[in-house]
Every structure is written in C-alpha cells, then in structure tokens.
C-alpha cells in the first residue's frame, strides 16, 4: 500500500496541527495504522497506532494531547495534534502494518516544527 501523508508545517508552542495519511487503497481490513515520528539525532519513536478493532496505543509523551482516527470511506488516517511543545517537532511518518502475511508500508513523512 502507497501512503500520502500530509498536513505539517510550523506552530507555535501551545497551538495544533492535524495530519492527513491517505492510502492507495480501502484502509479497512489494514491491522495497524499509525504515527512515527523522528527527531533530529533520535530514534524513530512511536507516536500513535490505531488497530481495526478500533483499538489505541499512543507513547507517553503524547497521551492527553494527540489523537489518532480514521476515515475508512476516505481511505485517511488522521493524527489531530494539541498542545504542541517545541519536543514534538520532527519529521511524522505515517505506517500501515498487515501481519498475515507480514507487510510494513510508510509514507513520505512530514515535516512539524514546534517554534516560537
């Protein structure tokens, strides 16, 4: 699966962005969608994973301020970003995983900065 992602730019400390991730095909039977993210000098890190039973895991620097959703008629995963800090500046990549048979999909990624 291709997948689009879109929607980053420069906020200022306190604002919200929201990322769009469109896939080449129907994301509904698609096990995990999520969000990575990378900083300069960092390991990626996970940052959100919706499964298809609508199931949510978000890392600990996120939880409360980041939320993950999906739109299966649009073929989009969303990431709706709150509360920036200056942290969470990096570059996002959006992911699609299938575990039977085993397939690993990301996006171009997109650049957030978080700046004053």
């Known amino acids: 699966v291709q997948l689009q992602a879109s929607g980053g730019g420069m906020v200022q400390p306190g604002g919200s962005l929201r990322l769009s991730c469109t896939a080449s095909?129907?994301?509904?039977?698609?096990?995990?969608l999520g969000w990575y993210r990378q900083a300069p000098g960092k390991q990626r890190e996970l940052v959100a994973v919706?499964?298809?039973?609508?199931?949510?895991i978000y890392g600990d620097s996120v939880k409360g301020r980041f939320t993950i959703s999906r739109d299966n008629a649009k073929n989009t995963v969303y990431l709706q970003m709150n509360s920036l800090k200056p942290e969470d500046t990096a570059v996002y990549y959006c992911?699609?995983?299938?575990?039977?048979?085993?397939?690993?999909?990301w996006g171009q990624g997109t650049q957030v900065t978080v700046s004053s």
């Open positions: 992911n699609a995983r299938n575990y039977n048979p085993y397939s690993d999909s």
């Open positions: 095909l129907n994301i509904f039977n698609i096990n995990a």
């Open positions: 919706l499964n298809s039973r609508g199931n949510t």
